[in-house]
């Protein structure tokens, strides 16, 4: 939506300290880890701060909004914290401006004080297997973004059948079509993707869902989902609490080979250490343990393969099944290969083996790690430390943790920023309209709280008309559509100085 961009505005009064001007922090991305950034900063009162939460996105609040899975509302609550902060005065937010294509890190840099990477690792990891192309063949990125109603996996042109089931990403006609889903991965993640999965579509009703989502999930036929998981069930890094709401599910039987819960030493050793671990170990065997349910009573199964781990996807242009092979730990941790075990037949298989941070134009990257290089959140830059320039979130400490882990992190880049406020390093340069002037000469109108509450009325709105409590809008056309009439009023508004959205 964003137009073409004129010619770089002047930055004569960019150059000076401007006395008893606040100082200006862009943060580079509306997800958890970017809020905590601006909350940590909007709570300090040593120095008047202001802050512009800039996202590509339309709306804010990142993998809270498409990483929470929907059936997971206590913790989707979060959101009302987050956007409380965003309220703030001081904090601002800026949405569908993206960093690297509307504007460069460099246009960015050349007006606030001092720059926060919070972007988050939104790609995937692949197994490096044959077949990872086949359709049917999905990261749980993917998965993860449709269920949540990302716009980038709800293009705004229906597919027809034909073209969804050769392979441009219907998951709709995937699951419609699949009786059998492998899950590949022990984490949090591939936990919540098994349970939408197996989850019948009655049982996802009281979501936010998208509505084509939730229609879609109506004509699943998944009937058995299978874990592969490379190491034993005290390897497992699942949240407890979770893995037992799984086995809680009506209809739904666990089949788990009771040989995989006689821990090995390196087991033991885990389990002794690690009480999520130790929980986790206990959770199997009470389901293990559990008498088998009457047969007419089970309509859906989970089946969990410890120990193994694909070498390779089957099939001609659509899944059919994977090929596993065994494993074992070795002396190191590592993990290396026993024999070949047999294959699994699957319509669907989703890898569910980590997230992946990618490059940002103009920004430090390291490529083995998928992160910003940096020493306690400041970027580190052609091997020194860059000034006025800090990372924190995912992109920072790679994808691990709870939502709530990104407060501390964020707490730590801040401090470093605040230190170097209080050294001198970091100052007020900058007219607090630059930012806005600079968007404004590009023709680039970004989406504020104003948008951002059209957008929630909008799908508060369409959820009462089906008798939900929301709808999210998944397609970018309506969130863009919703947030209209604040979008109508800032065209109308020539002034640079304007409240986005
Ligand atoms: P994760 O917890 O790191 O799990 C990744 C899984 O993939 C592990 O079981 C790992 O096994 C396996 N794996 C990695 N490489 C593999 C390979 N080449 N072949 C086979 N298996 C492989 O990551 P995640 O599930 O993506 O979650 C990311 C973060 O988000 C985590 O911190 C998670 O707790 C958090 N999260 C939290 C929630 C929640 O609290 N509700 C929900 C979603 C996500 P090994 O252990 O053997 O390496």
Redesign the pocket.
């Given at each position: 939506m964003n137009g073409a961009h004129p010619a770089h505005p002047s930055k004569a009064i960019t150059d000076r300290p401007v006395a008893q001007s606040p100082l200006i922090v862009a943060v580079v991305g509306a997800g958890p880890s970017g809020i905590y950034a601006a909350e940590a900063l909007s709570q300090q009162v040593d120095h008047d701060v202001r802050v512009a939460v800039i996202d590509r996105l339309p709306v804010p609040f990142g993998l809270v909004r498409y990483?929470?899975?929907p059936d997971?509302e206590s913790?989707r609550s979060i959101r009302n914290t987050l956007e409380r902060t965003l309220e703030k005065s001081g904090v601002r937010f800026y949405g569908d401006v993206t960093i690297g294509r509307d504007l460069t890190v460099e246009d960015l840099r050349s007006c606030v004080d001092a720059v926060i990477y919070a972007f988050g690792a939104a790609s995937d990891?692949r197994?490096?297997i044959p077949g990872e192309q086949l359709i049917g063949s999905l990261a749980?990125p993917e998965f993860v973004n449709w269920y949540c109603g990302h716009p980038d996996v709800h293009p705004e042109t229906d597919l027809s059948h034909a073209d969804a089931v050769r392979g441009i990403g219907h998951i709709e006609v995937l699951i419609s079509t699949s009786r059998s889903a492998v899950v590949?991965?022990?984490?949090?993640?591939?936990?919540?993707v098994a349970r939408v999965l197996i989850k019948t579509g009655d049982e996802l009703d009281d979501t936010d869902m998208a509505a084509d989502v939730l229609d879609g999930l109506h004509h699943k036929i998944i009937t058995d989902v299978h874990f592969?998981?490379?190491?034993g069930p005290a390897?497992?890094?699942?949240?407890t609490k979770?893995l037992r709401e799984l086995g809680q599910l009506e209809g739904v039987e666990m089949i788990i080979n009771p040989g995989d819960l006689d821990l090995d030493p390196s087991s033991e050793a885990v389990v002794a250490q690690d009480r999520v671990a130790a929980r986790n170990v206990e959770v199997f065997r009470t389901w293990a343990a559990r008498p088998p349910a009457a047969a007419d009573t089970i309509t859906r199964r989970i089946h969990w393969h410890f120990w193994t781990?694909?070498t390779a996807i089957l099939g001609d242009e659509r899944v059919s099944g994977v090929a596993l092979e065994s494993t074992q730990i070795d002396a190191d941790g590592s993990?290396s290969a026993g024999g070949e075990v047999g294959e699994i037949q699957a319509q669907l298989i989703i890898?569910?083996?980590?997230?992946r941070g990618l490059p940002m134009p103009g920004v430090p990257y390291d490529d083995a790690t998928g992160r910003v290089p940096h020493a306690e959140g400041r970027v580190i830059r052609d091997g020194g430390l860059s000034p006025a320039e800090y990372v924190t979130g995912w992109i920072k400490r790679g994808?691990?943790?709870?939502?709530g882990?990104n407060k501390s992190d964020a707490v730590e880049t801040v401090n470093a920023l605040l230190a170097d406020i209080r050294d001198g390093e970091v100052v007020a340069r900058h007219d607090p309209d630059a930012l806005d002037r600079l968007l404004a000469a590009r023709g680039i109108h970004a989406l504020g709280m104003p948008a951002w509450h059209a957008i929630d009325a909008a799908e508060v709105e369409l959820g009462h008309s089906h008798g939900r409590d929301r709808t999210t809008l998944a397609h970018r056309s309506e969130l863009l559509s919703a947030a209209d009439g604040c979008l109508a009023n800032l065209n109308r508004a020539d002034e640079p100085s304007h409240q986005p959205g």
């Open positions: 990483g929470v899975a997971h913790i990891r197994l490096g749980a590949v991965g022990a984490g949090n993640v591939a936990l919540d592969v998981v490379r190491r390897y497992t890094t699942f949240t979770e781990r694909p993990v890898r569910s083996i980590g997230y994808p691990t943790g709870v939502i882990t």
